[in-house]
């Protein structure tokens, strides 16, 4: 993926862009970042070195995004067989899949959810404080 994605930043000429490969809490830039955005990361997003690294390289105000499985309502019951299987099969520990974002929250990032009705999925979208 870090192949392709060098590919792309050079095909398009972004100088703004820079690729990183290491693990998140050693990750390092020069300066601030403007955004961070986690796509189905729960794992990252319960390690509380990783969240410090990756808040720690942000600007006040930055904007932050996650996206994730998230456990829907009790009644829900296909949503939840749903989620259970995604995790079992692509996270480490599925704890806090009840609040996922929390982690996120008490670093300090200023959050609204959006679950939908059936939960499942959600969206967690904010700024630094």
């Known amino acids: 993926m870090l192949a392709r994605a060098r590919h792309r930043v050079q095909a398009e000429g972004w100088r703004n862009v820079e690729l990183i490969h290491a693990p998140v809490e050693e990750a390092a830039w020069a300066g601030r970042a403007d955004a961070a955005l986690f796509v189905f990361t729960h794992d990252i997003l319960q390690q509380p070195s990783a969240l410090r690294r990756v ?16 456990w829907g309502p009790p009644w829900a019951l296909p949503v939840n067989a749903f989620v259970w299987a995604a995790a079992s099969h692509s996270l480490l520990q599925i704890d806090a899949l009840d609040r996922p974002w929390q982690r996120l929250a008490d670093a300090g990032v200023d959050l609204d959810i959006d679950c939908g009705p059936l939960g499942g999925i959600y969206l967690a979208h904010g700024c630094v404080a």
């Open 55 to 70: 808040i720690g390289m942000l600007r006040q105000g930055a904007r932050v995004a996650s996206v994730g499985l998230t």
